[in-house]
Structure formats: structure tokens, C-alpha cells
């Protein structure tokens, strides 16, 4: 057994999951997510617990088991308290502006940086950092690598758009002449 797959998912006050034919709808205080149902998987919702098992032992089914579990917890945990990342911007004359679903940077290029997000995600903005945050957790995670890759950090000075948790190791400069 898969020991992702094998795990119950409680399911809190609040949340609905409905199983249907092709798809699992989660509905929750903070909005409604659809997660496909892989083949070979089976759901089932029974007292505030919906388990996930597999039809057969074959390496496609056993890949999708745990793979199924893991998108309906990420669904679940979106909907009741949603998902943030965030980003911080290092670098002398870098800049930040915008709203909850528009940015504009200064990144040290001759024109300045716009990015506007999915629907589903919204931006803060903080002085030198973005927050980025949703009920999607691929959404979260593909726009704050998206934000990243516009200007990605580089490794003597630091400066970029780097995640908050993230170290960048930083290299030596060059060596002086003898």
C-alpha cells in the first residue's frame, strides 16, 4: 500500500465533497475546487472521512493512489484555509507597486515589469515583498515562479526576486592582483 495513499483525510465542519463519475468537487468556506478522479482510484466519503483505494496492484494504479490522496487533501486544505507564498525583491533601485491582482516592478531594466494574475489568485503587496495567495496550490505555486522568474537571483550580490524561506548561496568576488 501506498503510505501517502492509505492515509484518511478528515474532512472539517463546513466541507462538502462530492464524488462523481469523473471528477471529486470540493466545496468549502473559501470558494469550490474540482479535482479529477484518476482511473483505477476510488473515493469514498463516510463520517467527516474520505479514504482513497486502488482497484489493483498494477505500478499505473498504485503512482495514481497516492498521487489521488494527495490532490484531494491540497483540495480540502484550500478550501478551508487556503495557500500563500511569498517572495521577497533585493536590489538597489528595485521597486514595487500594485494591487490585488496587478503588479508593477523596476527590476533594473529600461522598462518596467507588469504581471496579473489567474483568476483564483491575488497579490499583496508589502514594501519589498509579494504575497501571493489562493485556494489553488498549483495556481499559488506556478504564479510565485512565475514572479521569480522575471528576475531570478544571482549569486555575489542577491539581487532578484528570491522566496522568503530561500538561501542563495552567495560566491566570492574576484580575487585581487598580488
Do not use: C
Amino acid at each position: 500500500m501506498s503510505r501517502i495513499g492509505k492515509q484518511p483525510i478528515e474532512i472539517p465542519a463546513g466541507v462538502t465533497i462530492t464524488v462523481g463519475d469523473k471528477d471529486i468537487t470540493v466545496a468549502g468556506p473559501k470558494g469550490q475546487l474540482i479535482v479529477p478522479l484518476q482511473e483505477n482510484v476510488k473515493v469514498t466519503v463516510a463520517d467527516n472521512v474520505a479514504t482513497v483505494t486502488r482497484d489493483n496492484d498494477e505500478p499505473k494504479s498504485r503512482a495514481w493512489h497516492g498521487l489521488q490522496r494527495a490532490l484531494l487533501n491540497n483540495a480540502v486544505v484550500g478550501v478551508t484555509k487556503g495557500f500563500e507564498k511569498k517572495l521577497e525583491i533585493n536590489g538597489v533601485g528595485f521597486r514595487l507597486s500594485g494591487g490585488p491582482k496587478d503588479i508593477e516592478m523596476a527590476l533594473g531594466f529600461s522598462h518596467p515589469v507588469k504581471y496579473s494574475a489567474p483568476e483564483g489568485v491575488e497579490l499583496k503587496t508589502d514594501k519589498m515583498t509579494i504575497t501571493v495567495s489562493g485556494i489553488d496550490k498549483q495556481k499559488v505555486g506556478q504564479v510565485a515562479a512565475e514572479i521569480r522568474a522575471l528576475k531570478k537571483p544571482e549569486p555575489y550580490k542577491g539581487k532578484g526576486i528570491k522566496y522568503a524561506d530561500e538561501v542563495i548561496l552567495r560566491k566570492a568576488g574576484k580575487a585581487g592582483k598580488k
